[in-house]
C-alpha cells in the first residue's frame, strides 16, 4: 500500500484541493457518467463544505455527482447528530443539485432493515467492479480512537464483513449506526483519509508507519486494491511523520 501524503497550512487551502479534484474529475467524465461520492461526518467536513459550497458552487457541475454516506447515526435526518443534516445544511442545498443526486442513509428507520436496504441502493446505483459496488471518491475521517467511517476497535471485525453495511454501536454513548464496510471502502477508486489538528496526530503517525499498535485501529485496515491512499493532513495532524 502507499500513502499519498498531502499537508496544508488551513483547511481552506484542504478544501480548494479537494474541490479542484472533483472538478478535474467530473469535467473529464463521459457525457453519461455520474461521479458517486460517499461522504463522512464529523466537524472538519463543516468547514471542507462550507468552503466548497461557497467557492466552488458555479466552477463544479454538481448535478453530474451523486452524494451517498459513509455512515450515519441511528437518529432522524432533522437531528444535529445527522451526517445527513450537516453535509445538507453546509453544502448540498446550497448548490445546484437535483434530489435524485442525494441518497443518505435513513437513520430513522429500524437500523438491521436500512442496513439491508443502503446495501441494495449503493449497489442499484454503482458499477460493479471485483464483485463489489465501486465508488469514485469516499471521504474518510480518523478518530482519536483509530475508528473509521463507523467501524470502531471494539467492533473491529465489521470492517471485514462480507456484507455492504453493518450497524454499528458507538463505545460510550451506545448510539446505533449505519456503517460501510472495507468491502465497499477497499474497492473505491479515490480513498481519502482527512485528519486535522494535533489530536489526530499520533494516530495518523501510527498508522502510517505500520507500528505495533496499529493493527487495533480499523482504519489501519483501508487498503483500496488500487493500493493507494490519500492522507489530506494540516501540520498539526502530521507533526509526528
Known sequence: MNNEIKIFNNTDELSEYLGNFWKQ???ELESNKFYSIALS???TPIKIFNYLSENFRDKIDWNRIKFFWGD???VPPSDND???KLANDYLLRNVNLDESNIFRIKGEREPIEEAKAYSKIIEANLPIANGS???DFILLGLGEDGHTASIFPH???LFSSQNYCEVAVHP???QKRITITGNIINNAETVTFVAIGKSKAERVFEIINKTKVAKNYPASLVNP???IVNWFLDVESSSRL
Do not use: L, T, W
Request: hydrophobic share 20%; aromatic share 8%; with cysteine.
Open 172 to 174: 460510550v454513548s451506545g
Open 133 to 135: 459496488p465501486k465508488f
Open 82 to 84: 445527522s451526517n445527513y
Open 25 to 27: 474529475k467530473i469535467d
Open 41 to 43: 461526518g464529523g466537524n
Open 225 to 227: 486494491i488500487n493500493g
Open 72 to 74: 450515519e447515526r441511528c
Open 155 to 157: 467492533e473491529i471485525e
